[in-house]
């Protein structure tokens, strides 16, 4: 529970929030890594003098999603850019989940219960007969003690779009804001939450894989792929949903985080320039994504929608894979943010 809420209760490799019976607990490091890999670890970490890296410690750990713990094992990390960053999160992680540790050594009666209900498994149906018997009252009792603590409880939607071969999961945390801006949107503007983003969604996928193309064409000196080629995902995570009414004018204004995979087979120049060569790349990026949602009643009912806008919120591309001799290749360069 520790290692899951210092996460944010998301899967730290897609990033999207997870029930905690939906979670497990990986090693970044896998726990089968050479002594030589421990040792260089633990000088980047300054570990000290004699001190060896320890796989199990909270500074390695992070919550992951069963899919993505499949996937994991068919990837070497250690060789992908990315690798250093998940370490670098785990770490500073490390003193807020020891000190939730310890905090629990020391817990109450109630705090103990409490815990226990967090753990529960919402899928057993004894576990949701007791949740909705003793749950309403619960959320009682909070609101006597801070009437906003009652409201502070955040829900989960999830959306799925499909665009020629780009599947488009989108993830939307609602807390008490978000909610009662989408039962505005749904309610009184009567639209279908599915309608609305699918625009702003078309969009973002538009500007993501013009943007991939082109990278994988400037930065690898290649042929850029057909678009049709082009296999792969993105996930979107909105954590902010706000309303602001200005007469009979609403904005709708949503805000969260990209991070999108693709696959494409490309012809690059062989290492040591001799031919052409074909070879299948995997590129990746994640960043920011804001856009927004317009209705006027007074005017004309119908939504509008602006186009999206991104960023880059890390400095680096990522592109791996094997060429035609099954040789391993990776390339991470720097971009400007778009």
């Given amino acids: 529970?520790?290692?899951?809420?210092?996460?944010?209760?998301?899967?730290?490799?897609?990033?999207?929030?997870?029930?905690?019976?939906?979670?497990?607990?990986?090693?970044?490091?896998?726990?089968?890594?050479?002594?030589?890999?421990?040792?260089?670890?633990?000088?980047?970490?300054?570990?000290?003098?004699?001190?060896?890296?320890?796989?199990?410690?909270?500074?390695?750990?992070?919550?992951?999603?069963?899919?993505?713990?499949?996937?994991?094992?068919?990837?070497?990390?250690?060789?992908?850019?990315?690798?250093?960053?998940?370490?670098?999160?785990?770490?500073?992680?490390?003193?807020?989940?020891?000190?939730?540790?310890?905090?629990f050594a020391t817990a109450g009666k109630v705090s103990r219960s409490l815990l226990v209900a967090l753990e529960a498994n919402i899928r057993d149906p004894a576990a949701r007969k007791a949740l909705d018997r003793h749950g309403p009252s619960l959320i009682q009792k909070l609101a006597l003690m801070d009437p906003a603590a009652a409201e502070g409880y955040v829900i989960h939607r999830e959306l799925a779009f499909e665009y020629r071969e780009i599947c488009c999961r989108v993830h939307i945390l609602l807390d008490n804001v978000a909610r009662r801006a989408i039962q505005v949107l749904e309610d009184v503007a009567g639209a279908r939450l599915d309608l609305v983003l699918d625009d702003p969604m078309r969009d973002l996928e538009d500007q993501l894989v013009e943007q991939m193309m082109e990278t994988l064409h400037e930065y690898m000196e290649i042929d850029a792929p057909q678009r049709s080629d082009l296999r792969g995902r993105i996930d979107v995570g909105i954590d902010s949903v706000v309303l602001d009414r200005q007469g009979t004018l609403f904005e709708f204004r949503f805000r969260g985080n990209y991070e999108i995979d693709v696959s494409a087979p490309i012809k690059a120049t062989s290492v040591d320039e001799s031919h052409i060569q074909r070879a299948d790349v995997d590129a990746r990026c994640d960043g920011t994504v804001l856009f927004a949602v317009w209705w006027n009643p007074a005017k004309d009912r119908e939504l509008e929608s602006s186009d999206c806008t991104i960023s880059i919120s890390y400095d680096n591309y990522e592109i791996e894979g094997f060429d035609q001799t099954g040789s391993w290749f990776r390339a991470t360069f720097g971009t400007d943010d778009g």
């Fill in 1 to 103: 529970m520790a290692i899951y809420e210092a996460w944010g209760s998301k899967c730290y490799l897609c990033t999207q929030p997870k029930d905690y019976n939906d979670i497990e607990v990986d090693h970044i490091l896998p726990k089968t890594a050479s002594l030589e890999q421990l040792n260089e670890l633990a000088t980047q970490l300054a570990s000290p003098e004699g001190a060896s890296y320890d796989v199990h410690d909270p500074y390695n750990l992070a919550p992951i999603c069963g899919p993505c713990n499949t996937r994991k094992r068919d990837i070497d990390l250690t060789r992908t850019g990315i690798f250093a960053t998940y370490l670098h999160l785990a770490q500073e992680r490390r003193a807020r989940i020891v000190r939730s540790v310890e905090s």
